[in-house]
């Protein structure tokens, strides 16, 4: 059984993910990190982490609590994108620019540091909103929208200058490509064709020779190399990274740990053909990992004591009458020891 544990600001992936593997409700399981938090329990076997770019500090304690049960209690289960190890947004841009492999620069504003490569664009280091700014040219101007935030009710805190690295061809067409990683499998998901600077999906349409392309793209996966290494420093066995190039020069704008698969209803006829590649190499990869025919017992999350941190902080009710109940049980075992 795999665990896919998300959180619940970012439920559309889980549910996508649900409808495009086929049998999914009989060896996935979908796991809410509140759910985790309120009953402090988790199943063994093979899982997921996703989503924890929305989790405090106090929380991701908690979790990596979970992570090293699971490698304890069941080694030989895949644990992927492992809380203790895998990076963020901003970790993992300023990883791979340090190991030559992108040349995006990201730059924490609240610190006081500013980039050294323009033009940049602002937003947070959380979520998949993208830019809050448009392309800004010179330090100048940089400092103009950071002045700008709080009239627009957006704290300094968390957000960060992204180098701008993409490049339109000679009829000024930009490509985002999509590359999915599932365990050990890498495959592409798509292309996206855009004219504007920022491509959140396609908007110039497809036509013959954009179709092909996109194809071709799926079938050849001609960048599969180069994105394995980038998985690899980011410590994710499970997500979609997404990509460009400059000069020839791979430049990678973030991966994201919660992507949302292919659909097959109500899409364009003239794509089906990849989405059908792309589902049956989702499908491929998601068996691999695990067949559902393990069954998985359920755990109580090691050093509950310390997560009495985490309910002061945060006065979860339902959390704090849980822990108070396991601490009454001990009491209670403990005094039947002494008599």
Excluded at 118 to 127: A, D, L, M, Q
Excluded at 209 to 224: G, K, Q
Excluded at 279 to 303: C, I, M, Y
Aim: hydrophobic share 35%.
């Amino acid at each position: 059984m795999i665990t896919v544990f998300y959180h619940e600001h970012n439920p559309h992936p889980i549910q996508r993910m649900m409808g495009t593997v086929d049998g999914a409700d009989k060896f996935i399981r979908p796991y809410l990190y509140q759910d985790l938090f309120r009953t402090m329990r988790f199943p063994h076997g093979t899982a997921i982490f996703t989503d924890t770019e929305y989790l405090s500090t106090l929380q991701m304690d908690v979790v990596a609590g979970v992570e090293s049960a699971l490698i304890s209690q069941t080694p030989d289960a895949r644990i992927m994108n492992r809380p203790s190890v895998a990076l963020e947004r901003f970790a993992l841009l300023r990883a791979l620019k340090r190991a030559g492999l992108s040349d995006v620069e990201a730059t924490r504003l609240d610190g006081g540091d500013r980039p050294t490569r323009y033009p940049v664009f602002i937003r947070s280091e959380v979520g998949c909103y993208g830019p809050e700014t448009g392309l800004l040219e010179t330090p100048e101007a940089l400092e103009e929208a950071v002045t700008a935030l709080p009239t627009r009710n957006q704290p300094l805190k968390g957000r960060i200058a992204v180098s701008y690295e993409a490049q339109a061809d000679k009829h000024g067409a930009y490509r985002k490509y999509g590359m999915l990683r599932i365990g050990d499998r890498l495959f592409p998901q798509h292309v996206m064709f855009s004219k504007n600077w920022m491509i959140k999906a396609s908007t110039m349409g497809f036509d013959e020779a954009s179709i092909a392309e996109e194809l071709d793209y799926v079938v050849t996966n001609p960048h599969a190399d180069l994105l394995r290494e980038v998985f690899d420093v980011a410590g994710l066995q499970y997500g979609r990274a997404d990509y460009g190039f400059r000069d020839g020069k791979l430049a990678v704008y973030e991966i994201n740990s919660s992507p949302t698969l292919p659909n097959l209803t109500n899409v364009d006829t003239e794509r089906l053909e990849r989405r059908k590649t792309v589902r049956a190499l989702v499908n491929e990869a998601f068996k691999a990992l695990d067949d559902g025919k393990t069954k998985t017992s359920w755990q109580t999350v090691p050093h509950i004591e310390d997560s009495y941190r985490l309910v002061e902080r945060n006065n979860w009710g339902a959390l704090r009458r849980f822990i108070w109940r396991m601490h009454r049980r001990r009491s209670k075992q403990a005094t039947k020891s002494r008599q």
